[in-house]
């Protein structure tokens, strides 16, 4: 067992854990935020991606060891004080999403992306969501989305 | 004094959806986020051979493993679980959840490991030895009807699941031929068009994948089960039979489920597994599955041979058509398998005025996955078929192919018009629809595009497609779950509005429409009405979602629910405002004399009141809880026409997608912001299907495209701008007029995608290309000296 | 979709990473963003023992430039390749083909040093690093040394690396008349063939070429056949047309899958061997022209 220590939406969290444990499954199973999804087992879906120190990466291609000392963010942890990040409240407005599955990384994504962006054109969008996939959407209304937000600056 | 409705209309209006926030924020609850105490994993051992003998299977070493808390076999399993059951009438081999004998696909179960968590679920499994005896693997299908080069039932000679099924003009009810009006029709023909076409194997990749947790309750004798299903009803009555339990002693709920595109209808071997394993174990179980497990385990869709022949007049006027499928289902029948590309037969007509269809299907085992519902499910391929063999005709006759398609339409007088095939088509008007979409595109200005890059020696092609859809599944004839849908509603005690729907969705919005439905229909808030589904302890009953049937059938069951429960709270209105219930307005979350809005009771008055009538209107019983079952009298029809524009790299071969203009007619829409999302998303299955995907297996049955990093799902950059037009012809068949929408997308974009194909190569002198379109089989084209 | 049971150790330094290498007796293995190597894993496909973590070892990432040579750390994410302000002034062919591999997030975390060790026959990053006769910097219990990137990939997911040594830099020229030209794998993303090539352009002539190739074989390797057709000739399309022609000539073993035929790829190899080109030919031009920024925007205010 290793020891880490990361700080996922702002709360330190303390555990051991086997080194094997996918970072997704000790957010998901350990720390019970569920809102991180697995889509895949080849890093191609984004289904699981989440911010670590700042930057989207996909959660079941990494260790939770590897993660020790990071700071994660999770889509349960975008919304502030109770009121939508902007990427939420684009993709609600827009009708960015369907399952709703691949929504929390995709958003996730987005939020790396307009970091990067602001102002993206509708190409860097779907270059930026290139990491992951939406099999409901067609991903129309998910620019759609990212253009609402990236509008609202 | 008049009071203006402060509400709006909700019905035709892009309401925003009631699911999102839950899942924007990460809050909402998919089958792998039920938690149980002690619940254990289970994790299944798969053949990767595609057919074999099992010698010997030694779950020793597993079973000792700490943290393991027992492997079944095959043969154990049996001892809990008889064969599965399938859905449709065809007779079928016995079909066991995990293999006793014989593996006859890569990914066929073998054994189960039940362990503390999926870890070591995952571990015991690579301790589980097994010994198979290989047999000869069963993969082209034209060679399997010769039963080459094995058998893999042996009740079934040469490995045909259906042996042929005749359809079309001349055919009985009793399934006799005769074909002297097709023979006439292509005695006539000035020409003929002949072409064999693969409409290829799909993977359906909902982006959850599947899963299950099952929790039998010994102190209860009772049984829930959370799986990512489109019916939740479906696997209830599967799983009591399989595990001799009444229905009333399962409850089945489908949580969150992140898509399904059909390939979640099925009940699944992992369904009934993990129930009896918990049932024999008296502990909750959970099964997740991995996505290189669902390439195997899920079933895939399409795979349907078809060999076409069209005969026509010079002016190209369609005077008949042949169609010979031959369907490669797999290894096994699932439960909706063998009825699949009965669908194909059943829309062979197409849009078109054909006056001798003969259509057959013969449906073939091989050492596959097993096919089902993707997505479509049958119509895709017909309308592929079909519409391919008007453009070669086009091409032969150098003819536009908006005009061939227009002088073969059936007309829009002609409705409700019945097919050779045998369908009803309910309400169409084809014409409207091409000129929609040849205006919306600017067909001519495109051509001349075209032509102007071709200058220019680049490869750019059109394509157009018409298609016709059979949505809004039903009646009960023509399903053996029953083709209807239920609804209930109930006026709450406070005035708000508690429906329940067995149209149990997985990304439709149904908790949005049918909200703006019960909202408009009430004259009340949205905000004031809840859409139950999924879970059968909530909802009576159900059928579930398939078919783009929710809006038409389910829908319908809760708008007709709805006007029982209206029709009985107006006489308790009435008896308060001692008026007569015809003379009554529903509005503003009001209920008012007509003309005299002051006498307004609250919709929470009204509905206090009837829970506690005092006193109780002549012939009224308390209370305001209605259902209605809705049995459609036929399916719907929906229709439209997809226009593409492509171009091909000479060098590379690479196709890019540069338009895509759909018109599509699905009667009246509830919601045109969803309706977009679906035609969006079949869009890009469809272009998915003609452009990257393909499921491939070699020689020896192994599946070379066991994942994402080898089946290509399409991405946000494989597409431009979608550009979306509608006509709305509504539909007789139920009091709301909508179709259906589901399916739509995947139908005419595949074809019209890979006409423009052809019509870039067209220099080449190619006619017809197989799907998918691989760079490389385009290259061979441009290249051909070099191939 | 779970790796079998492994014992990780995070190393502190370059010297504690090499002796943790070297006292595993080759049980462990490296892991910096671990995007070549966890899935693998996940497959089982790779069980290694025991895991080594060098991403945070204090100098092992970053790109700078000494002495007119570009070192780039190992550790450095194909993110901070595709968007560094230096690579995209005076070697933009690097930052192009980090930014060609994979997706973002996966441009996060892989790294430079991941993928040349890892030497995956359809990887971007090798293509590049021949075409800029690039020296790759290892270390080992015995100490430094440093392989020619020509001398490098020896055969499939097999390099010029003892199991004990770690990859530290790459260092080389920057060669601003440079392009890579890549022919994606549409599922996957990878390389169905992949090509790099470096102009050394003096008075409107090639004075030497240099060309990599990924994708097409079991390891990335130089076209020299190409190289030698470009040096001295006249910096035009047509001399470059006429080079690119015979690139790929002398393969003797060429992959083939359901994604493309030996034939196939062997086609495509002169295709993109011309792109590449074509795009060294213009930014030749544009040099002399004045230099361009051009690329990704680097990341400016955070956004949230």
Known sequence: MAQVSIAVNGKVRRADVEPRLLLVHFLREQLRLTGTHVGCDTSQCGACTVLIDGRSAKSCTLFAVQADGSEITTIEGLARDGELHPLQQGFWEEHGLQCGYCTPGMIMAAVTLLNDTPKPTEQQIREGIAGNFCRCTGYQHIVNAIQHAAGKR | MTTTPILPKLVGQRVKRREDPRLIQGRATYVDDVTLPGMQHLFFKRSDIAHGRIRRIDASAAQAMEGVEAVFTGAEIAELLGPMPIGTPYSSPAHRAVAVDVVRYVGDPVAVVVARDRYVARDAADAIVVDYEPLPAVVDPELAMKGQPTVIHPEFPNNLAVALVPSGTGVDAAGKVDDSAIDKAFAAAEVVISQRMVNQRLAPCAIEPRGVVAHYELGKGSMTIWSSTQNPHILRTFIAALNGLGQDQVRAIAPEVGGGFGSKINIYAEDYVASAISKRLGVPVKWIEDRSEAFVATTHGRDILGYVDLAAKRDGTVLGLKLRL??????????????????????????????????????????????????????????????????????????????????????????????????????????????????AAGWDRLKAERDAARAQGRLVGLGLSMYVEVCGLGPSSSLPTGGWEHGQVTIERDGRISATTGASPHGQGNETTFAQMLADQFGVPIEHVTIHHGDTAVVKQGVGTFGSRSQAVGGTALHMAGGKVKTKMARFAAALLEAHEADLVFENGRIAVKGAPASAKSFAEVAAFAYVPVPLPEGLEPGLSEEAFFEPANNTYPFGCHISMIEIDRDTGEPTLLKLVAVDDAGNLINPLIVEGQIHGGLAQGIGQALVEEVVYGEDGQLLTGSFMDYALPRATDFPRFELHGCVTPTPVNPLGAKGVGEAGTLGSTPCVVAAAVDALSGFGVRHIDLMLRPEKLWRIIHGGQA | MIPTPFDYARATSLDDAVAKLKASGGRAKLIAGGHSLVPLMKFRLSEPAALIDIARIPGLSGIREQEGRIHIGAGTVHHDVASSALLRDKCPVVADTAAQIGDPQ???????????????????????????????????????????????????????????????????????????????????????????????????????????????????????????ALAGQPLTPAAIGAAAERAGAGLTHVNADIHASEDYRRAMVPVFTRRALEGALRRATASTAGRQRSGPSSSGTRWR
């Open chain 3, 106 to 228: 996966v441009r996060h975390r892989g790294t430079l040093g991941g993928s040349l060790a890892h030497a995956d026959p359809a990887a971007d990053y090798p293509a590049v690093v021949l075409a800029l006769d690039a020296d790759i910097h290892l270390k080992g219990p015995k100490g430094w040394r440093v392989v020619k990137a020509s001398d490098f990939f020896k055969d499939l997911f097999t390099v010029d690396m003892e199991a004990d040594e770690i990859i530290v830099s790459v260092q080389f020229a920057p060669v601003r008349a440079a392009a890579y030209a890549k022919l994606h794998q549409r599922a996957s993303r990878y390389a169905i063939v992949g090509v790099a090539a470096a102009l050394d352009v003096s008075g409107g002539r090639v004075e030497s070429a240099r060309v990599g190739l990924t994708g097409a074989g079991s390891h990335a390797t130089r076209l020299t056949a190409v190289e030698q």
């Open chain 2, 326 to 439: 031959i369907a490669d289902v797999g290894a096994y029948n699932m439960l909706l398998t063998a009825a699949i590309p009965t669908l194909t037969l059943l829309m062979a007509n197409a849009t078109y005025r054909i006056p001798a269809v003969r259509a057959t299907l013969t449906e073939v085992f091989t050492n596959k996955t097993p096919t089902d519902a993707y997505r479509g499910a049958g119509r895709p391929e017909a309308t592929y078929f079909v519409e391919r063999a008007m453009d070669m005709l086009a091409q032969e006759l150098k003819m536009d192919p908006a005009d061939v398609r227009r002088r073969n339409f059936i007309q829009p007088h002609e409705f409700p018009f019945t097919t050779q095939t045998g369908a009803v088509y309910d309400s169409g008007d084809y014409e409207k629809a091409l000129n929609t979409a040849l205006e």
